[in-house]
Nanobody
Framework: QVQLVESGGGLVQAGGSLRVSCAAS????????MGWYRQAPGNQRELVAA???????NYADSVKGRFTISRDNTKNTVELQMNSLKHEDTAVYYC??????????????WGQGTQVTVSS
């Protein structure tokens, strides 16, 4: 059974930096995409950043230039370095890993979430 275990996060002042990490365990699969989503109270879960196994990245406009995603395909890990944090970055951050089923349809795995709080 695949588990995504997140670490990092916490409380930081505006303008500061944080790093969140995620490791997939119990997996014999390779993930097509690994990334991070976030959900603030009252909001829908949204994509923050994602990276394909070939290194193609996708960032939300709101974090471009401030956040950097990286992954290690051999270890099935993904990290998100967050710089110049703003109060509006406050949310629960969820690790996501996606693989393709035999049918070709994608299947998503999710971490339990880690809180990031940015004080203004």
């Amino acid at each position: 059974q695949v588990q995504l275990v997140e670490s990092g996060g916490g409380l930081v002042q505006a303008g500061g930096s944080l790093r969140v990490s995620c490791a997939a365990s119990g997996s014999i699969f390779s993930f097509n995409v690994m990334g991070w989503y976030r959900q603030a109270p009252g909001n829908q879960r949204e994509l923050v950043a994602a990276m394909t196994s070939s290194g193609i990245t996708n960032y939300a406009d709101s974090v471009k230039g401030r956040f950097t995603i990286s992954r290690d395909n051999t270890k099935n890990t993904v990290e998100l370095q967050m710089n110049s944090l703003k109060h509006e970055d406050t949310a629960v951050y969820y690790c996501n890993a996606q693989r393709s089923l035999a049918t070709g349809r994608p299947y998503n795995y999710w971490g339990q979430g880690t809180q990031v709080t940015v004080s203004s």
